[in-house]
């Protein structure tokens, strides 16, 4: 069966410092991988998306940048966090060709 | 104008109710999800739909092409069905554009 792990769960980070969120899929090869965002009262967002290794497509212009070094890892980072940064993170993988998307614990981060 | 709109945006219900969610959206699509969010944040899928209607135990979802509207209907509501309900739907044109709604957050009291 398949999984999908995010990690940290919580992350608190002073404003300016960096990013390093991690998400892998097991059981799986060549997913289509997304990182979403949502805001503390608004609606999903995707940022990026991938469909192989080092190929990143980017949704919204922002002070995020996302990588996947490995199949079945994507990594979402930032060099200066910004207190905009907050929210709930999540990854999420579809097998390609397919719509139904998985998606993991997702990451709460507070920028303060 | 927010691309894909749902209402109601908060739902009361006691157990039993059938309930209805509503989600319109104003872009060609490709398919329509609906997600089902808990209160620990933690998102699952529920339906994907092109056309129709699809039905998974008490849930059922419909769209109508035409008139750019689904709609989830959870029969015989159980405390448990609480939670935030979400509707996206992915953009028909080429790319991979998703258009979220804000969600429809459920609470049945038991």
């Known amino acids: 069966s398949q999984t999908i792990h995010q990690w940290p769960a919580t992350l608190v980070q002073p404003v300016g410092s960096p990013l390093s969120l991690e998400c892998t899929v097991e059981?799986?090869?060549?997913?289509?991988l997304y990182w979403y965002r949502q805001a503390a009262g608004r609606g999903l967002q995707l940022l990026f998306y991938s469909v192989g290794i080092g190929q990143i497509s980017s949704e919204v212009p922002q002070n995020l940048s996302a990588s996947r070094p490995q199949d079945r890892q994507f990594i979402l980072s930032s060099k200066k966090l910004l207190l905009s940064d907050s929210g709930f993170y999540l990854c999420?993988?579809?097998?390609?060709?397919?719509?139904?998307?998985?998606f993991g614990p997702g990451t709460r981060l507070l920028v303060l | 104008k927010n691309e894909v709109e749902q209402s109601p945006q908060n739902l009361t219900a006691q157990e039993g109710e059938f309930i209805t969610i509503n989600c319109s959206y104003s872009v060609g699509i490709s398919a329509l999800h609906w997600l089902q969010q808990h209160p620990g944040g933690g998102i699952v899928s529920l339906f994907m739909?092109?056309?129709g209607k699809k039905k998974h135990g008490r849930l059922i979802a419909t769209i109508n092409i035409q008139e750019k509207h689904s709609s989830l209907h959870i029969t015989a509501s159980h405390p448990r069905d609480s939670a935030v309900y979400i509707c996206?739907?992915?953009?028909?044109?080429?790319?991979?554009?998703?258009?979220f709604g804000t969600g429809t957050s459920l609470t049945v009291i038991p």
């Open positions: 999420a993988w579809n097998r390609v060709f397919t719509e139904t998307q998985y």
């Open positions: 739909l092109s056309s």
């Open positions: 996206a739907v992915r953009s028909g044109n080429t790319g991979n554009q998703f258009y």
């Open positions: 059981g799986t090869s060549n997913p289509n």
